[in-house]
């Protein structure tokens, strides 16, 4: 958890807690594939954290060396981008995508519930 936190922070300029951050689910990463020349395997987990709190674009500080700019895109029009044949402007991993697309979902079932 304090990892991403920390990369919130360094990467966008975004103060969380760790009690900001709601765990979403899980996702196997597995590929092999040529990176810069060289061969690349990813065999690992990813864990999926929602921060779900207002952030203004014009508030990120983003960090030169890991992002060129960033930009808000409705989830929906990100989720049909990465369908076949996708869109490789976004590079998110369909299953995150998936685990985020759900949490999103649910939590507009239980704020439409509560009122």
Known sequence: MES???ELSEELGIQADPDD????GTFPIQYEKEF???PFKDNEIAFV???DEE????????QKEELDS???????E???ACQPPRDEKFCVPMGGLEIVRKYVKADER???ESI
């Open 4 to 6: 991403a936190v920390r």
């Open 21 to 24: 951050l709601h765990f979403a």
């Open 36 to 38: 810069h020349g060289k």
């Open 49 to 51: 954290y929602v921060y």
């Open 55 to 62: 952030v203004g674009i014009d508030n990120l500080t983003i």
């Open 70 to 76: 960033v930009e808000w895109f409705d989830l929906e």
């Open 78 to 80: 990100v989720y049909q």
């Open 110 to 112: 239980r704020n439409t």
